[in-house]
């Protein structure tokens, strides 16, 4: 769990609170529900209730948003109970029963937090930017590899748009989109929702179609050196702080790529993107490496100074975008120090200033959590290869 | 539940049995654990160990192959214990503390009797034709589409052999892979490892390569009319129980394959097969529906009898490959029927007398479960479009 804790400690406490008592009583199923089951459910004002069958149980809780909310048992064995109301979209979260963190047995599973776990969607208002339409659907194809760098096979999604299959000549621009720390590369296709968002896009005409990989940056990433952040001012990891990453995606994870898709195999026609750790590994390596990559975005994961600017001037001369995103609540929070002396949406102001291709995008009343990243995909897309 | 409980309930019962005491300490982690995770692991003689922590709890109990065992509280408050030898192959499980039917926190996840749950693979003398390994590689395809009967979107898995995109002139063969009764479209590629069976034998030039749909067949199956079969005798279900899914699989999920992929769309080179209730449908749909397949294949769900034959005769005259298969265990047990007044081998061999090119497979040592149907996909899809 160690390497994961930089990037999740900040929201966690360890409370427990009572169940809300004065709920509105307009719940309706979760969709992310398991097929035919009727909990969890989510009410008008976001509230989650769960709903579980444990009849010999003490003490059992819903433990979602770092909040522990005590459930009631009824005449019938089951436990239930909810939460206090939610921020927009997706959530982790679990039962802990008697003391054991366990799944909900009524939930999909989605990984997050290093484990295989409980999520929940709360209804959004901008929700149909990323809902399953009758559009011309693409694919999410799942692919193992040989690795060199690594001397075993790993295994990653590809993204391909509606019109790949029916264009065998045309060939398309590459997006390589990183997950968090603690998740894996299952995370962008299931809770990032990054087929429907792209689908949804390319259907509108506000995006060309590209093709994205989702593959797994956990496996080889270094544990940074020297003593942790602490947290004042933003965290500036050294620049080859993801180079174990670095190795395995461009000497395995791109060559892979190209052969086995038809790519357009130059930098101008391939950008690198990832939310927290995936956005810090993103700024690393686009600095490290600035004639692989011609568009970066960093989704809760940092962003370009002038200082990197002047210190790296290849990076500045060929880089053709920059984007860096974050929650409202991670600002208000000083997460990761931003937000707290040095503002990004100042920092990206200068950099336009220095004549770069630079956007900054807030995504209004969302933490360090997938309605994030999902609006921040879906800002960065339109601006993609363009 | 109900309608899952004809294809499971044959092999319910529910004792608890005391942890094994005599057991050998040679475990070793699960392939199907999540990373990092040291359990459940699995010994030499298949006994299948777990552990979870659950300090408060009074009672924890590991439910696998309808056994629970209860295990034993630490100092610590993990609760560890192991369960009697289990099968080669794969088994869902799940734990349960104070009463609650729970995943294990540390396995990987797997949809089977009507729920996403816990597996473990117990190592197989014969496991290497489903490992992965450095041959070329095929694709796991997720699909959505509108399907017209049902009025929603509908989802499904597509394999395409390692060769389907380089090669943008050639068209292939479809198999058509059903689940079973309480799976879902994700059982086939996830525990069935269609992809590494695939992609194993094509790289050894056992199949050719060809194309597998692996759509849900529960959401729109009638319930069979009448009375539940009595399990004395074969279960012989009405030719119409599988019109619902028969409806969606010819008007909508047919068509859409044959758009979105180059298949030689034609009846000579379309194939239905599936486990279970799957083989049922596959047995009823292929009955019905004569001019739509050319051949077909039954995995623990029936048998095609000489009845069948003189009742269909354009079955009998235009199907170019029979099979149907069991395992040992199912046989043993008389499970549906089988095994006790009509043998199925028996019956394959009056198939052949009478001129239809039937094949008959027996599973040793396996039961109603996926180490069966991962042999008998690997046995028919050697068979296939040749």
Redesign the interface.
């Known amino acids: 769990m160690t390497r994961t804790n930089l990037f999740i400690s900040a929201a966690l406490c360890f409370c427990t609170v009572a169940a809300n008592a004065q709920v509105k009583e307009d719940f309706v199923p979760s969709p992310n529900n398991?097929?035919?089951k009727d909990y969890p459910m989510v009410n008008s004002e976001r509230c989650v209730r769960v709903k579980?069958?444990?009849?010999?149980?003490?003490?059992?809780k819903l433990d979602i948003s770092a909040v522990k909310y005590d459930l009631v048992k009824d005449a019938e064995?089951y436990w239930i109970g909810e939460s206090a109301p939610q921020d927009e979209g997706f959530h982790y979260y679990q039962?802990n029963?008697?003391?054991?963190?366990?799944?909900d047995?009524s939930s999909?599973?989605y990984y997050g937090a290093?484990?295989?776990?409980s999520g929940v969607d709360v209804p959004a208002a901008d929700q149909d930017f990323y809902a399953?339409k009758?559009v011309p659907?693409g694919?999410?194809?799942?692919?193992?590899?040989?690795s060199e760098v690594n001397k075993t096979?790993r295994h990653c999604f590809v993204y391909t748009p509606a019109e790949y299959?029916q264009n065998?000549e045309k060939r398309y621009p590459v997006l390589y989109l990183q997950h968090g720390g603690g998740e894996?590369e299952y995370g962008w296709?299931q809770q990032g929702r990054t087929?429907q968002i792209m689908d949804n896009l390319i259907a509108e005409g506000k995006a060309v179609p590209f093709i994205i990989v989702m593959d797994n940056g956990?496996w080889t990433m270094p544990r940074p050196a020297g003593p942790a952040p602490s947290g004042k001012g933003p965290i500036r990891l050294p620049e080859n702080w993801a180079e174990g990453f670095a190795s395995t995606l461009i000497n395995d994870i791109i060559p892979m790529v190209d052969s086995?898709?038809r790519t357009i195999a130059d930098k101008e026609h391939r950008a690198m993107a990832g939310l927290s750790m995936g956005g810090m590994q993103t700024r690393a390596i686009t600095l490290a490496h600035p004639g692989v990559f011609s568009s970066m975005g960093m989704f809760s994961g940092g962003t370009i100074s002038m200082e990197d600017i002047k210190s790296h001037p290849k990076f500045a001369k060929e880089m053709k975008l920059v984007f860096f995103s974050f929650g409202s609540r991670e600002l208000d929070a000083h997460m990761f120090g931003f937000g707290s002396g040095i503002e990004p949406g100042q920092e990206a102001k200068d950099l336009v200033a220095a004549g770069m291709n630079a956007h900054y995008y807030v995504s209004e009343g969302t933490a360090h959590e997938w309605q994030s990243w999902r609006r921040s995909l879906y800002q960065f897309a339109q601006l993609l290869f363009k």
């Open positions: 398991q097929y035919g579980v069958y444990a009849p010999e149980a003490k003490s059992v064995g039962l029963i008697d003391g054991a963190d366990v799944p047995p999909l599973y290093s484990r295989w776990g399953l009758n659907q694919q999410i194809r799942e692919i193992y590899y040989w096979m299959d065998p894996n296709p087929a956990t086995r898709f």
